[in-house]
């Protein structure tokens, strides 16, 4: 027999339940329930941040926020405008959830638990009378005049309306590749990069706080903090890199060259500066004296490539030695050999082309009463809770849109 009912989200996750909740708390006639392809939902909300959760990103302004978003930046623009980083914030703590501000921005629930966001949306999800149904994989859409078709795994379910918030999933992607939208071919972004340098070598821990990083040969740029691992580089002026270069560097199969700037001066700026150090610091070891706020291991490493032995103190310092220090200082190059993902997060670019999206709304442009919400859409963000930020807001844009047709 097949089931009826008035609003049907595909995906259970974050996207998902926030869209079927708020649907539900607006329209309580209406039934409304959540397909879920697996035995449990929301566990991408279970290993964000660590397992603690990072909900949403300190950043109030929303020409400000939109900048954290390689692509989406100018249509999730007028979406901030209705609903914002406030609005998250104040969304949770009505239902008991309250949110802390961590000194990078990111924020967290006070608990440091993903778990009380997944008991606060199972908590709402019941008293709302949203139906949860678990091992409903989708294996087909079909149109019709009143609504949709839904053909799973456990049987057929009539509806009036969609919300597809199913994230990055290639078989719902070919679903609506069939349905007459334009996806774009997923590549990874946030990713770490893979690197095997004599100069980073045994020092994974190490932090460079910021850095200059810019691809060769790619009008790509990034800064920040930079985490020197056991395979490579990681930290937010690599994974922003990652983010804004994610099909450049696809096309590249990840095998470029990066060229970073340690202490964020020029060529010239650090010469004299060294000259000076040559003349200040002439007796003792360079070796032993880290300069510019640098690590002590990464200035080591970095002095030992410019030719530079142990023992050597400043006054002996020769021309081509103090020109390769400053090269290894500010131009040091490293080559790229591939990526690693960030922690257990995956994030993609690609999905539903943006240009058949009504962002008023999020409803498809070309098939009446489908929706979006998430990363199903080609939309991605950089690290920091802002994945998280572009779910929640366009989940309510919907559940509004929904609500007033």
């Not at 690290?383 to 609500?403: D, E, H, K, L, R």
């Amino acid at each position: 027999m097949q089931v009826q009912k008035d609003i049907i989200v595909i995906g259970g996750g974050a996207a998902g339940f926030f869209a079927a909740i708020n649907i539900a708390e607006k329209h309580p006639e209406l039934s409304v329930a959540i397909l879920e392809r697996g035995k449990e939902g929301l566990q991408k909300v279970k290993i964000s941040g660590g397992g603690r959760c990072n909900v949403t990103h300190a950043e109030f302004t929303p020409s400000e926020l939109v900048q954290n978003y390689p692509r989406g930046e100018k249509e999730l623009l007028g979406p901030f405008h209705t609903f914002m980083t406030g609005d998250t914030i104040a969304w949770f703590e009505e239902r008991g959830v309250e949110l802390k501000i961590e000194d990078d921005g990111r924020m967290f629930p006070v608990s440091n638990s993903s778990q009380t966001i997944i008991d606060c949306f199972l908590f709402e999800a019941k008293k709302h009378k949203v139906e949860v149904l678990y091992n409903h994989s989708v294996k087909s859409i079909k149109s019709i005049i009143d609504g949709f078709i839904i053909s799973t795994s456990q049987g057929d379910i009539e509806t009036k309306k969609i919300v597809v918030a199913t994230g990055s999933n290639p078989k719902v992607w070919k679903l609506l590749e069939d349905l007459g939208h334009t996806i774009i071919p997923p590549v990874p972004s946030l990713f770490t990069f893979d690197i095997n340098d004599k100069r980073i070598k045994d020092i994974p821990g190490v932090v460079a706080q910021n850095v200059d990083v810019k691809v060769i040969g790619i009008d790509l740029f990034s800064e920040g903090p930079l985490l020197i691992t056991h395979v490579g580089m990681s930290a937010p002026a690599i994974l922003k890199l990652s983010a804004y270069g994610a099909v450049e560097l696809a096309k590249l199969n990840y095998n470029f060259k990066i060229e970073i700037n340690f202490i964020k001066q020029d060529f010239e700026d650090c010469l004299s500066h060294l000259k000076d150090l040559k003349q200040e610091l002439a007796k003792k070891q360079i070796f032993g004296t880290a300069q510019f706020d640098l690590p002590k291991r990464l200035w080591r490493k970095l002095v030992l490539a410019s030719n530079i032995s142990e023992n050597e103190r400043w006054a002996d310092l020769n021309k081509e030695q103090l020109a390769a220090l400053v090269e290894q200082l500010t131009q040091a190059i490293f080559q790229v050999t591939g990526k690693s993902t960030f922690k257990e997060e995956f994030v993609t670019a690609g999905g539903v082309d943006l240009k058949e999206i009504n962002f008023k709304t999020f409803e498809s442009k070309l098939i009446p009463n489908l929706y979006f919400a998430g990363e199903v859409i080609n939309v991605d963000a950089v690290t920091g809770g802002f994945n998280f930020q572009n779910a929640w807001t366009g989940a309510y844009i919907v559940s509004q849109s929904i609500a007033e047709r």
